[in-house]
């Protein structure tokens, strides 16, 4: 059981570290896409994944398109403040990808225009917020689906 956690062009390394941590707590695999924010060898990545950074399923693809090339015909949903659905509808199923967009600007206009029926949002309940931190959001979404897969 487990996920693919994509994320396309992280900008912080402390978040990818902790959600590379949450992908092995729950045997889900990490997919990074570039360019990153960060090296990959960044002692704030390795730092926030502790000592289990190694042990991390891990792929790294160049750019979007290679990562679409490899991954053609797998199921996607994309997480985005403009989603209209929220994320407690997703048809979570096992080898699902759950992508997330880079933390200052999220998802690509082409990507969410091109994937309108698979966007989803996590409801905020305040006008003070525009969104939620990225490794908070996986955490979400993530366990989320967990939580639907084993009722």
């Not at 994309?78 to 979570?92: A, E, K, R």
């Not at 931190?133 to 897969?149: C, F, K």
Request: aromatic share 12%.
């Amino acid at each position: 059981m487990g996920f693919n956690i994509v994320l396309i062009e992280p900008e912080i390394p402390n978040n990818t570290g902790n959600i590379g941590r949450l992908a092995l707590a729950t045997g889900s695999t990490l997919h990074l896409i570039k360019p990153f924010g960060f090296e990959i060898n960044d002692a704030r990545l390795k730092r926030a994944g502790l000592d289990y950074w190694k042990h991390i399923s891990l792929f790294i693809y160049e750019n979007i398109d290679e990562f679409y090339t490899i991954n053609t015909n797998k199921k996607m949903v994309y997480f985005s403040s403009h989603g209209t659905q929220n994320h407690w509808t997703i048809p979570y199923e096992d080898d699902l990808f759950l992508v997330f967009g880079k933390e200052s600007v999220g998802l690509s206009e082409k990507i969410t225009e091109n994937n309108a029926d698979k966007l989803y949002k996590i409801p905020l309940y305040s006008k003070h917020i525009r969104s939620l931190n990225l490794a908070n959001s996986v955490g979400i979404a993530v366990y989320e689906g967990l939580r639907q897969i084993e009722i």
